[in-house]
């Protein structure tokens, strides 16, 4: 793959996208919250990311919102190795589909402002989940995304 031209803006390891998955189906009816991490990359101007691994921790959860509890960002914080970025955040909406409520895009906005941040969105009652990214006016749009085993 890295020889080829990258067709698609998310490039996510199987197993990182099998843990989140796994990780909002064990908090339902509750929703859950993580970062994704990895490496941004290049292809002749065209810009996209590589999610490798996800990092979590203590959450305060109910059906409709969720949040890091404030002791827990430093053990967030610290799981970060010095060659990999924070590509963005994910969260579960379970048995409301896959969409960035108002809430949300604000989130993104303030938090994710960099071009190639992306959220993943999961709902492990529909057993559903989507890649998105947020421009400047609040308005989100679908990322195309390709599962991978191994970067070579």
């Known amino acids: 793959m890295a020889e080829t031209e990258p ?3 998310v490039y996510i390891r199987k197993d990182a996208l099998a ?3 796994e990780q909002a189906k064990k908090a339902v009816p509750d929703e859950t919250i993580g970062f994704m991490l990895g490496k941004v990359r290049e ?4 810009t996209y990311v590589v999610i490798e691994r996800l990092v979590t921790a203590e959450t305060d959860s109910t059906k409709t919102t969720t949040k890091f509890k404030m002791e827990s960002l430093g053990k967030v914080a610290g799981e970060i190795r010095d060659d990999e970025v924070i590509i963005g955040w994910y969260h579960s909406h379970p048995g409301y ?3 960035l409520s108002e809430i949300d895009i604000m989130t993104h906005a303030q938090q994710f402002y960099k071009p190639y941040n992306v959220a993943l969105v999961i709902d492990p009652v529909k057993n559903e989940w989507k890649f998105f990214k947020t ?3 609040g308005n989100y749009r679908d990322v195309d995304y390709e599962l991978w085993e191994k970067w070579e």
């Not at 292809?43 to 065209?46: C, N, T």
């Open 7 to 9: 067709v698609s803006e």
């Open 19 to 21: 843990e989140a998955i």
């Open 43 to 46: 292809w002749e101007k065209r």
């Open 97 to 99: 589909g896959c969409f």
């Open 135 to 137: 421009d400047d006016e």
